[in-house]
Each structure stands twice: as structure tokens, then as C-alpha cells.
Nanobody
């Protein structure tokens, strides 16, 4: 059984930074794409970042590109989302997700329905 554990959320002032972590069990991260999604209050889910298994290539949504950085540590079976220059509109529950089917980290495939295994989410609150 695949289990993902996301952590690292919290309350931060606008302009601040946070690092989210996603640790997996039941799956080896170096074989599968990992995505980070978020859902703001009253809004739908948004794919924000993804990292590919084979070459470690990364993808970011326009809303976070240049401010967020995704990385992974295969030895720890963990993926991280370093978030800088946080804005009020980054306030959301952040989820990590993966799937055993091949996923290309791209706008077309960084979608909720492409990912079958999800962590429980971690809340990021940015105060203005």
C-alpha cells in the first residue's frame, strides 16, 4: 500500500519561506513522478509542481515558477517543495501525490485525475 506523508506547513508572513516535505512508504520515489498540488479555501485544486523520476526534471505552474523549487532525496524516499517569497494567495492545503502509471511532468498531465495516491495534506497560511 502506497502511503504519502506531507508535512512542513505553517503560518508565515508574506515574503517568507517554508519547506514542505513528502515522505513515502510502499513505493520508491525514484521510479515515479511526484506532484505537489494545492487547494485554497473555496477553490479547486491546482497542480503547482512536479518532478520526474528518471532525469529529475522539474515542472512549475506559472503561479509559482521562480519562487518554488521541488527536489527529491531518493535515499530518504522524500520529495521537498521549497517555497520562497510566499504570497497571501499561496495560502492553501498542499498535497503531494504520485501514481504508478507513467506521468510526464507538464501542464497537460499535472492534473488531479492523473495521480492515484495522495498524502493527507499540510496547511500553509500566509499572512498579508
Amino acid at each position: 500500500e502506497v502511503q504519502l506523508q506531507a508535512s512542513g506547513g505553517g503560518l508565515v508572513q508574506a515574503g517568507g519561506s517554508l519547506r514542505l516535505s513528502c515522505v513515502a512508504s510502499g513505493i520508491t520515489f525514484d521510479n515515479y513522478a511526484i506532484g505537489w498540488f494545492r487547494q485554497a479555501p473555496g477553490k479547486g485544486s491546482e497542480g503547482v509542481s512536479c518532478i520526474s523520476p528518471m532525469d529529475g526534471s522539474t515542472f512549475y505552474s506559472d503561479s509559482v515558477r521562480g519562487r518554488f523549487a521541488i527536489s527529491k532525496n531518493n535515499a530518504d524516499n522524500a520529495v521537498y517543495l521549497q517555497m520562497h517569497n510566499l504570497k497571501f494567495e499561496d495560502t492553501a492545503i498542499y498535497y503531494c501525490a504520485t501514481d504508478t502509471s507513467p506521468i510526464t511532468c507538464s501542464t497537460a498531465e499535472l492534473r488531479v485525475e492523473m495521480f492515484g495516491s495522495w498524502g493527507q495534506g499540510t496547511l500553509v497560511t500566509v499572512s498579508s
